[in-house]
């Protein structure tokens, strides 16, 4: 099994910034690819972010490109987003994802990522 811990949330203004972390733990693998997702009340959880294994190949959503960064720690079970210039449009609870299989790319179903964490909730006033 494999428990990812998602942290970095809060109540932030509309422009401020905000970085969260996740950090898997228990059974690792060395091909795994990690994402961010979030859900807003009332919608479909939807994806935000991927980043493969090395840290080499990385996805994101239209939505938060140019905003958003994910990255992976020097250890690997360790994965960052972080939001720029956030909107209210970006209030949801971001849930942490991974996968055992590689990098698949435009990888962006939700039903695609077999581990997910509780979520941390993320409020952007405006």
């Known amino acids: 099994q494999v428990q990812l811990v998602e942290s970095g949330g809060g109540l932030v203004q509309a422009g401020d910034s905000l970085r969260l972390s996740c950090v898997a733990s228990?059974?690792?693998?060395?091909?795994?690819?990690m994402g961010w997702f979030r859900q807003a009340p009332g919608s479909e959880r939807e994806f935000v972010a991927a980043?493969?294994?090395?840290?080499?190949?990385?996805d994101y959503a239209d939505s938060v490109k140019d905003r958003f960064t994910i990255s992976r720690g020097n250890a690997k079970s360790t994965v960052y987003l972080q939001m720029n210039t956030l909107k209210p449009e970006d209030t949801a609870v971001y849930y942490c994802?991974?996968?055992?299989?590689?990098?698949?790319?435009?990888?962006?179903?939700?039903?695609?990522?077999?581990?997910w964490g509780q979520g941390t909730q993320v409020t952007v006033s405006s």
């Open positions: 980043i493969s294994w090395g840290g080499g190949r990385t």
């Open positions: 994802a991974a996968d055992a299989g590689g990098w698949i790319p435009r990888r962006r179903s939700y039903r695609e990522y077999e581990y």
């Open positions: 228990g059974r690792t693998f060395s091909s795994s690819t």
